[in-house]
């Protein structure tokens, strides 16, 4: 069975700090690792994923991720929070066919 | 053009009623799947489809029945509604299992 931890349900942030929004994950075998974004009343959006490759991917809006397989994490980062950003955020590792997501993080950047 | 669609985005019904959510994608997919975000936004899978044949069934109850006509559409039929099925249903497909999947705007029920 896979599954999938975000440790805080919310993360508040200053426009213009660094954002971190953490995950961690358990599959069996070598995962595939994707972040999504959801904006109010609006479905999920595709950020990045990590296939294979460099620890580190780049995605959409500036956002970028680290693989570490040894802490089986997966943390979402970004240099510099937009107000802009504030929206609920999902790590969702795929495996055995399905994407299993996260309770989700709220991301809230404050002016 | 939007690339996955689901009609209606909003559905308010009475207990006991049989309802349908329709998903149509318009970007070539394989795979089709459905998901049931809950009032506490945890996203639960529900079904997926792969060339319109059933692959994942996530213990969900008999009443609800999906059905793929063709690649391009994953309908969602749910009998004898009960106010805990009372949630948003999202549809999102993807080429494969690996790769990223899009989703529509979701179908808000609500149960009464």
């Known amino acids: 069975a896979q599954s999938v931890a975000q440790p805080e349900d919310q993360v508040n942030v200053a426009e213009g700090n660094p954002l971190t929004v953490k995950c961690t994950y358990s599959v069996s075998g070598n995962p595939y690792l994707f972040w999504y974004v959801q904006y109010p009343n609006r479905g999920l959006q595709f950020l990045l994923k990590y296939i294979t490759g460099d620890n580190l991917v780049k995605g959409s809006y500036g956002f970028e991720a680290e693989f570490n397989k040894s802490q089986t994490s997966f943390h979402l980062k970004k240099p510099s929070a937009l107000v802009s950003d504030s929206a609920l955020y999902f790590c969702a590792p795929s495996a055995g066919n399905k994407l299993t997501f996260g309770g989700g993080t709220r991301v809230l950047v404050k002016p | 053009d939007t690339a996955v669609s689901q009609t209606p985005k909003y559905l308010v019904t009475q207990m006991g009623n049989d309802k349908s959510i329709k998903c149509e994608q318009n970007l070539g997919h394989d795979t089709m799947y459905w998901y049931k975000q809950d009032s506490k936004k945890f996203l639960k899978i529900m079904f997926s489809y792969n060339n319109k044949e059933l692959i994942i069934n996530e213990t969900v109850p008999n009443r609800f029945s999906p059905k793929s006509p063709d690649k391009a559409h994953l309908n969602l039929h749910i009998n004898s509604l009960e106010l805990g099925d009372s949630a948003v249903y999202f549809c999102?497909?993807?080429?494969?299992?690996?790769?990223?999947?899009?989703f529509g705007q979701g179908t808000r029920l609500t149960v009464v």
């Open positions: 999102a497909s993807s080429q494969l299992f690996t790769t990223e999947a899009f």
